[in-house]
């Protein structure tokens, strides 16, 4: 079974650019996680689909992040614009239920992102 | 505000010992416990989930869940050098959205 893909695994922008990361799930994975990791912490929430719509968002800033799963499949990860702060990992994660019920997450390679 | 705290460390360990990494969270609804693995430079990796209280063991790994004190455990058994990483524990929110809140990691090095 192919794992969570990931694309680019690598960028470095200027504050103020835009960047987006691309996310192609686990096939037949419902629920699509995007996650910030700063160095030194743990992955951070970001924004939680179910399909093309969105379970949780609440901690997404949403003055200058943006997400979208349109077709329940693949997603993308918008940064517009940058700043210093949003260098981290991003990772993409997503989600099968096993036969006892529970969710288990499972994560891409991430994006490096590196805001100059 | 959902925590889940854990010790950064780093924890060092000789090869072949036991390394015992804990966690404690704050959200009593909080239902089911994940133990992930991450190397340096890496993505996590799923090593263990529990949900029931008591213990849960798998092959060299053993995980143990509290919910009267929400504490939960990651015991590392015959530690080898290649179990040298981050592990993160990760919490489900209450709600069952399944959203998971991580804490920082603790670091683990195993010396050979």
């Known amino acids: 079974e192919a794992g969570v893909a990931q694309s680019p695994r690598y960028k470095i922008i200027e504050k103020r650019q835009s960047v987006a990361f691309w996310c192609n799930p686990i096939s037949g994975h419902a629920t699509l996680y995007w996650y910030q990791q700063i160095l030194g912490q743990g992955p951070k929430l970001l924004i939680q689909?179910?399909?093309?719509?969105?379970?949780?968002d609440s901690q997404l800033p949403k003055d200058r992040f943006s997400a979208e799963r349109l077709k329940g499949v693949d997603s993308t990860l918008k940064i517009q614009p940058a700043k210093l702060e949003d260098s981290a990992v991003y990772l993409c994660?997503?989600?099968?239920?096993?036969?006892?019920?529970?969710?288990?997450?499972?994560f891409g390679p991430g994006t490096r992102l590196l805001v100059l | 505000q959902k925590e889940v705290e854990q010790n950064s460390g780093p924890l060092s360990v000789p090869e072949g010992a036991i390394a015992s990494l804990n966690c404690t969270y704050s959200d009593r609804g909080s239902q089911s416990f994940f133990w992930y693995r991450q190397y340096s430079g890496k993505s996590p990796e799923l090593i263990m989930f529990i949900y029931s209280n008591g213990d849960k063991e798998d092959g060299r790994f053993t995980a143990q869940l509290n919910k009267a004190s929400q504490y939960v455990s990651l015991l590392i058994r015959d530690s080898q050098p290649s179990d040298s990483a981050t592990y993160l524990c990760a919490g489900t929110t209450q709600g069952g959205s399944e959203k998971l809140v991580f804490g920082k990691g603790t670091k683990l090095t195993v010396n050979p």
């Open positions: 689909f179910q399909n093309n719509g969105v379970v949780d």
């Open positions: 994660a997503s989600s099968s239920r096993f036969s006892s019920g529970e969710e288990t997450q499972y």
